[in-house]
């Protein structure tokens, strides 16, 4: 489907800024326009509007997805819209591996998602962490280097640090404002790596609870 991010002019409160920004955040992370159904399952492990209160502010979904940039066709049905396309484990590896015949055994997200414009049918970066939990995994799985700007005990550091700054239970907004005040590694690196928000704060909750338990 093609589509291109606009730029719009109108004013919005503060309310609708905090969702246009989720919205716009959600599509970053995907490289896609974030399909309700897909975003729904981003806002709850975040702490996003969810998109029935989006759609109560805006008056529809494809409205929202309009304030927040992405240009909608009318004349595409909203189930097709909404309707993704389904991969298996066999079928996302194939894809890493043309990746790799075509651009190299080292990979990146970007370079990925430059690739995978080329390609018909490969994967999205959604669909991927869907599959196997986490980037990184899935390039693991597939033989492929995961080249990331900051190792896996950077990012480690880095969220331990803001949780015992800010506190157990942090959230993805907290860590966001926190990492932009203290120039840490952002949210969207922690996802990389991780995979997801609550999986980050998971192992790293652990690590400092047995920590914590040892030094008693």
């Not at 840490?184 to 652990?206: F, N, V």
């Amino acid at each position: 489907m093609k589509q291109r991010v606009l730029t719009s002019q109108q004013t919005w409160t503060e309310e609708q800024l905090e969702m246009i920004q989720a919205i716009q955040a959600l599509g970053e992370l995907i490289q896609d326009r974030p399909r309700r159904t897909i975003y729904r399952r981003y806002a709850i492990e975040h702490g996003w509007p969810q998109p029935e209160t989006i759609i109560r502010q805006f008056g529809s979904w494809p409205e929202a997805l309009s304030a927040a940039g992405y240009e909608w066709h009318i004349d595409q049905q909203p189930e097709e819209l909404e309707r993704a396309p389904k991969y298996t484990k066999d079928e996302i590896l194939k894809s890493f591996h043309r990746y790799a015949q075509d651009v190299g055994s080292t990979i990146t997200l970007k370079k990925y998602q430059i690739w995978r414009k080329s390609v018909h049918h490969a994967p999205s970066h959604y669909h991927i962490v869907k599959m196997f939990g986490s980037w990184h995994d899935a390039c693991t799985a597939a033989g492929l280097e995961a080249s990331v700007t900051y190792s896996k005990a950077e990012l480690a550091a880095s969220l331990r640090q803001a949780i015992e700054e800010v506190g157990f239970s942090l959230s993805f907004e907290a860590y966001r404002e926190w990492a932009k005040r203290n120039n840490k590694p952002s949210t969207k690196a922690l996802l990389h790596r991780y995979g997801s928000w609550s999986a980050a704060i998971h192992a790293i909750e652990s690590e400092i609870r047995t920590s914590n338990q040892q030094a008693q």
